[in-house]
């Protein structure tokens, strides 16, 4: 038996959960919010109850050693020394990582260099990596990809039609994101479905506050929605999916913003927040819908829309598709976006039914038996994927 925790940091956040090993069972798991500003958070959950400290966390060196003392002190472990692996999600592999690594020196130098491909997450993960590196250095560490599990895609459908010496240049190029959680729902996919995955055309739809599409075939993902950022492929919380990249210039000309302007825009005040002009909560964007609100139901549309179209696309990408798996805290909740995304789909075997679409955050099949297209909802577990990796590499 043996302990690993899987850590996913962020600028001001660090999640964290405990493995125990190969059980897979959680022995606790918590987040720590506001690092660095006022009043941080720190919650826990020790003996299934759950614990909530406000402090002063000023940076991840404390909230890591929080963390841990934590740990012995509540009695969840009795040493440190019982930490066998950590595993640290980490935004980007570039085409250097194909596949989790066990964390070396010549790996952050790495990071380093990979960062400038994912600004906004990059640094946090270093610095959460650095951490613990800090304060168990003698614990094996490996980091866990955003992008690994694309790096099958083939050359056709990475590369975005632009000079070909911009990929070689600059890595310009698709590289795809949430890959820890398509990859995942597939492999259930598979033993929900009693074949093998080598067997399998699977669409992962990965359907949160961020949003993307992956097409599976044979256990590999072959094309997906997000691109060269996680800001691109279909409508999200708060982040546009694709658009014009001839409205960017025009944007800047007509408000008068600087190019990193637009892109806040994209990224934070656009998708669902954007259209509705109230929220990018969906929660909150199906009660207004509901009630007649205009705005919120073209929000809805526009969403499950760009879902949709993908489905189709990615179907013909495939010459079909066995099973579409919902995930994340939409797909796995929402029946209405199931429903309007699955919604004349029929002409390629897809027959689901409304009673079982019911189904909340847990794993069901919402297809008729009949139907030849699976339909599959199943609660995503990134952390999961981490403890194993962490399991497999050390
Ligand atoms: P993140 O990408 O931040 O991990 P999540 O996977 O937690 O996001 O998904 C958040 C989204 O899931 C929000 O839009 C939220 O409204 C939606 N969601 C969560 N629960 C439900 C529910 N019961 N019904 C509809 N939408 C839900």
């Known amino acids: 038996m043996t302990k690993v925790i899987a850590i996913n940091a962020g600028s001001s956040s ?83 990582y194909t596949d989790s690594v066990v964390i070396k020196n010549e790996d952050i130098a790495k990071f380093e260099e990979l960062s400038e491909l994912a600004p906004l997450h990059y640094p946090a993960n270093i610095t959460g990596i650095k951490a613990f590196q800090n304060i168990l250095p003698n614990i094996p560490a490996v980091a866990v990809f955003d992008t690994a599990f694309h790096q099958t895609m083939p050359e056709s459908s990475f590369l975005y039609s632009l000079p070909y010496d911009y990929y070689k240049d600059f890595g310009i190029r698709k590289y795809g994101f949430h890959g820890t959680s398509h990859k995942y729902v597939s492999q259930r996919a598979s033993e929900m479905l009693g074949r093998p995955l080598e067997q399998l055309r699977l669409i992962s739809c990965h359907l949160g506050n961020g949003a993307s599409i992956a097409a599976i075939e044979g256990g590999n993902s072959i094309d997906t929605s997000m691109g060269f950022t996680p800001l691109a492929g279909v409508t999200m919380g708060t982040r546009s999916g694709n658009i014009d990249p001839a409205l960017i210039p025009f944007i800047m000309e007509k408000t008068n913003l600087t190019a990193e302007g637009v892109l806040n825009v994209l990224n934070k005040q656009s998708g669902m927040l954007g259209v509705s002009g109230f929220s990018s909560d969906l929660r909150d964007i199906e009660i207004q819908s509901a009630e007649g609100n205009e705005r919120a139901r073209l929000a809805l549309d526009v969403f499950s829309n760009r879902i949709h179209k993908y489905i189709g696309s990615y179907a013909a990408r495939m010459n079909g598709v066995d099973a579409i798996i919902f995930t994340a805290g939409i797909g796995e909740n929402s029946d209405v976006i199931r429903a309007e995304v699955l919604k004349g789909l029929e002409f390629m075997g897809v027959y689901w039914d409304p009673a079982l679409n019911k189904t909340r955050g847990e794993e069901a099949f919402i297809n008729y038996p009949h139907s030849p297209v699976k339909v599959i909802v199943i609660p995503t577990d990134e952390e999961v994927m981490i403890a194993r990796d962490v399991t497999r590499l050390t």
């Open 14 to 96: 660090l999640k964290f959960q405990l493995f125990e090993m190969p059980e897979e069972e959680v022995i606790t798991k918590g987040l720590i919010e506001r690092i660095g500003l006022d009043n941080s958070v720190f919650t826990i959950s020790v003996n299934g109850e759950k614990q909530k400290e406000v402090t002063n966390i000023p940076n991840h060196d404390v909230a890591v050693k929080l963390l841990l003392d934590k740990l012995t002190s509540a009695g969840i472990i009795n040493s440190l020394d019982e930490i066998n692996g950590i595993g640290h999600r980490v935004i980007h592999g570039g085409e250097v």
